[in-house]
């Protein structure tokens, strides 16, 4: 089975207030799990590395680690990150290089989360009309400062 993870991370103001999103599915397109994060005042860029660090942390909290397999028991294949941010995937993806500081830590800790996972990792760009959903969850994250529903626990934080 290949798990898809539609993220999207929104800023208004850029600086300003910012929320994230993921919706994860299966390879049917059934939808396992959605969630949204108000994660306070930042750029559009820094929200979207926000979402693709959070995606890669929630993943073994609802995929255990140990059993990389489905709630079907089917085994996971692979996980395809989908993001409408061209940068994001292109610098993740070694195709653009990342000058600043910050986010050049937050593509090493990206790298670091998707080695960690028990199954190979894809970040692919997709277009904004087909990550709607991920859109509308990241701005409704913002409006009503939401959270997600998922424990960070100590070993997964970032820092």
């Not at 929320?19 to 820094?46: K, M, P, S, V």
Request: charge should be positive; hydrophobic fraction near 35%; aromatic fraction near 6%.
């Amino acid at each position: 089975m290949i798990l898809h993870a539609y993220i999207d991370g929104a800023s208004r103001g850029n600086p300003g207030a910012s929320g994230i999103a993921l919706l994860l599915q299966d390879n049917f397109g059934r939808l396992l799990f959605a969630a949204c994060e108000y994660i306070g005042e930042g750029t559009n860029n820094a929200a979207e590395y926000t979402a693709l660090e959070r995606c890669l942390e929630v993943i073994p909290q609802i995929i255990p680690a140990r059993s990389p397999r489905s709630a079907e028991g089917g085994q996971i294949e692979s996980l395809v990150v989908h993001s409408d941010s061209e940068l994001l995937v292109r610098q993740v993806n070694k195709e653009y290089a990342v000058r600043d500081p910050a986010l050049k830590r937050r593509r090493e800790r990206v790298w670091k989360l998707m080695g960690r996972l028990p199954f190979p990792v894809r970040i692919e760009y997709t277009p904004r009309e087909e990550n709607r959903q991920a859109d509308a969850l990241a701005n409704r994250a913002i409006d009503y400062k939401l959270s997600l529903p998922i424990r960070r626990t100590r070993s997964n934080r970032s820092g």
